[in-house]
């Protein structure tokens, strides 16, 4: 028997445009800390810190008083409070439970943009806070007590990093309501303020109103690696009443299996319903907009249909309303398969209809589509084809009819295009190099030690100093050859940044930038000599990136919840880049047409800072390796580790928990089904201390090692021959 329970909810996220009665007081305090470069803390203050008499904030809210606040760096403990002061004497307590870090808009210099603007110094810095590594460690996370109003407005100004901006959305939690997202807009500030009322709208404001009672929590973060976080807060006195958001009776008819909700709520407003098997996943299958009793404290939904007849316990949530329709977000094919994800849950009756979809090719060639089932995740629906779809083609994905569990249709576009791989064994052998910022390459190839070119740490002094092992790399003239046989394709780009392509043969200068290597280049060697056909690497990695939530894959999901890593996406969209395009790139190899021949990974230092992430990994990895041989159509992918082996033999807690998880996945007991297609190199012998590399304090970049990271992608290297004898 069904038994439904309730949450307990405090929501005030605005959904709408705000408007505030006449404020009797206002609390108000701005977040900075100084950036690096050669300014000290004096400097940076004098730019960045309100004065009393400055007048900020938007709208009816700007005002002066303001009380300013060095966030500190990654604090580990909650921090001593400070009492807030209002315009009008009231008083109130700020403790900072944690952080990221704080920072400025413009880390190594402020901004030279509105500096005598006040507006401009509350918006320049913020709090640092990220959902990487995926634990909660590095959000912003405080509680206000000792609040004198008995009804009062919050309002939360915005700001991220400019260098660490990605795609700008973040979440906000006030009072353990449901996550609200937002997305911020790109560049620096310019003046306007302008509200978060949905979270396809940018913006850099958001308005909690008529909240209650002595004290409030909240917590903000960017999503995956945004660092994104409050540059100020304001609590307004209100005269505004709002009654708090609960659920008052859930009730539950055996005989018609059917739930009707009542909660708290107040006229003119708008809630979600939502529902929930475990707690943690909460669907819109109710409805996702429901209209407030205008004429009373109480508003009753339902009687409606029991979200989940088999369930035996069910959990709802009235929140703010989800007015996002679903869209089909992307689609993807290879063998008799074609899979889509969209951004809600599908209704399962529709969903599995095949003749809901259309396979087209050609322009107007329909394929027989045999049967359409739920994926491993509910918003995931897997197509079964007729016949093998063809090699190196393009197809058109239609949907029709389909509707999300709450009966919303799809919106924005019901079709998309996609293109199948290519695996012509007589072809360009691909190798895909993916990981954060030491696949980019952080190794020097000139500079050295104290910065002096060719000195100890560079890739030349090894050149000079050991030329039976690296002599190779160079010609009669001291000049690095360019192999013709091995090329290389990088977009050193983020993903919303467009292109920037470095592509050509191999030689020092495919790293993070042209004066850096990466693993390429001793993989590359390894491989050009290894192989009688052409090679082509294609790298796909960004810096700061964790496996646990940028990389994160669609079987992890399936298993754990959370959202599959936009960097796991992009992946295959930088691989496509380069392959849908290769004769156009390659003009020498126009018409050869490709194999991918193995897939190559370093990655690991964002995911060894917690327990957490650490002793997720492995399992993590490993179903990061089963869904990318599924995505390239190749089931048996050779995949070469090289694993974190920063900090070599000293090399401890959580960071060695997660080192020997990158080893035991090639381990053929632990995990068979990898035995003889993966393999893992220990890259601990390749560590240098910084007395003898280019770079102090760059450990997490192996000091910008040259030799190390030539080592390393040799080992990736060598365990790829290995894979491809078996």
């Not at 009062?152 to 991220?160: E, M, Q, T």
Request: with cysteine.
């Amino acid at each position: 028997m069904l038994r439904p329970n309730a949450l307990l909810l405090l929501s005030g996220f605005s959904l709408g445009t705000s408007t505030l009665l006449p404020a009797a007081e206002i609390i108000s305090v701005n977040f900075w800390r100084q950036g690096g470069g050669a300014l000290n803390i004096s400097e940076w203050e004098a730019q960045m810190a309100l004065t009393p008499e400055d007048s900020a904030g938007t709208g009816e809210w700007q005002t002066a008083g303001w009380q300013n606040y060095l966030l500190p760096w990654a604090p580990s403990q909650p921090l001593s409070a400070v009492t807030l002061n209002g315009t009008e004497g009231s008083t109130a307590t700020l403790t900072l439970n944690d952080c990221r870090n704080g920072g400025p808009y413009l880390w190594n210099s402020p901004r030279a943009t509105l500096l005598d603007d006040a507006n401009g110094t509350l918006m320049d810095g913020h709090a640092n806070s990220t959902d990487d590594p995926g634990d909660g460690s590095n959000i912003f996370d405080i509680e206000v007590t000792d609040i004198p109003f008995a009804t009062y407005d919050v309002v939360f100004y915005l700001g991220a990093n400019k260098d660490q901006f990605i795609d700008g959305t973040g979440k906000i939690v006030v009072n353990g309501a449901p996550a609200a997202d937002f997305t911020l807009p790109s560049g620096a500030f310019n003046g306007t303020f302008t509200e978060i009322t949905t979270a396809e709208t940018p913006g850099n404001y958001i308005v909690y109103k008529g909240l209650g009672g002595t004290s409030f929590t909240a917590q903000v973060w960017g999503n995956g690696f945004n660092h994104i976080g409050p540059t100020g807060i304001q609590i307004v006195e209100s005269n505004e009443v709002r009654q708090p958001l609960e659920v008052a009776d859930v009730s539950y008819n055996d005989s018609t299996d059917e739930v009707t909700l009542t909660w708290k709520s107040n006229p003119g407003e708008f809630y979600g319903l939502y529902w929930s098997e475990d707690l943690v996943n909460f669907v819109p299958g109710i409805n996702p907009a429901v209209e407030a009793n205008p004429e009373g404290t109480l508003t009753t939904f339902g009687p409606f249909p029991n979200p989940s007849p088999n369930a035996e316990t069910l959990y709802f949530r009235v929140g703010a309303p989800d007015l996002r329709d679903p869209t089909l977000d992307r689609v993807w094919g290879n063998g008799s398969t074609v899979n889509l994800t969209f951004s809600e849950a599908m209704d399962p009756g529709l969903a599995t209809q095949p003749f809901n979809y259309s396979v087209i090719v050609g322009g107007d060639a329909l394929l027989p589509i045999e049967s359409a089932v739920i994926g491993a995740s509910p918003n995931t629906v897997v197509l079964t084809i007729a016949f093998p779809l063809s090699l190196n083609s393009e197809y058109t994905v239609q949907v029709h009819g389909l509707t999300d569990l709450s009966g919303r249709p799809v919106s924005g576009p019901t079709s998309i295009d996609f293109r199948t791989w290519d695996d012509n064994p007589n072809g360009i052998k691909v190798f895909i190099l993916a990981g954060q910022s030491n696949m980019q390459g952080q190794g020097r190839s000139e500079e050295g030690n104290g910065g002096v070119n060719g000195a100890i740490g560079s890739l030349r002094y090894e050149v000079v100093n050991d030329a039976d092992k690296y002599g190779k790399l160079v010609d009669a003239g001291s000049n690095w050859i360019a192999r013709d046989d091995v090329k290389v394709f990088y977009n050193r780009n983020d993903l919303t940044q467009g292109s920037n392509i470095k592509k050509g043969d191999l030689l020092p200068g495919f790293g993070v930038d042209d004066a850096r290597i990466g693993p390429e280049l001793g993989f590359g060697w390894a491989l050009g000599e290894f192989l009688d056909e052409p090679v082509l690497i294609v790298k796909a990695s960004w810096g700061g990136k964790s496996l646990y939530a940028d990389f994160r894959s669609p079987a992890t999901v399936a298993k754990n919840g959370g959202e599959v890593g936009d960097y796991y996406l992009g992946l295959f969209d930088y691989v496509h880049e380069a392959l849908d395009n290769l004769g156009t790139e390659f003009p020498e190899w126009a018409g050869q047409g490709y194999q991918i021949a193995g897939f190559g990974w370093h990655q690991g230092w964002n995911d060894g800072g917690t327990e957490f992430t650490a002793t997720n990994y492995e399992a993590s990895l490993t179903d990061f390796i089963h869904d990318i041989r599924a995505e390239f159509g190749k089931p048996l992918l050779p995949v070469s580790i090289a694993n974190t082996g920063i900090g070599g033999a000293s090399t401890s807690g959580n960071r060695l928990i997660l080192l020997e998880g990158q080893l035991a996945v090639a381990d053929p007991i632990l995990h068979p089904e990898f035995d003889g297609n993966v393999s893992s190199a220990d890259t601990r012998d390749f560590w240098r201390e910084a007395n003898v590399s280019p770079k102090e304090n760059q450990g997490f970049h192996w000091n910008q090692n040259g030799e190390t990271l030539y080592l390393i992608g040799e080992a990736m290297g060598e365990g790829m021959k290995t894979l491809l004898r078996e």
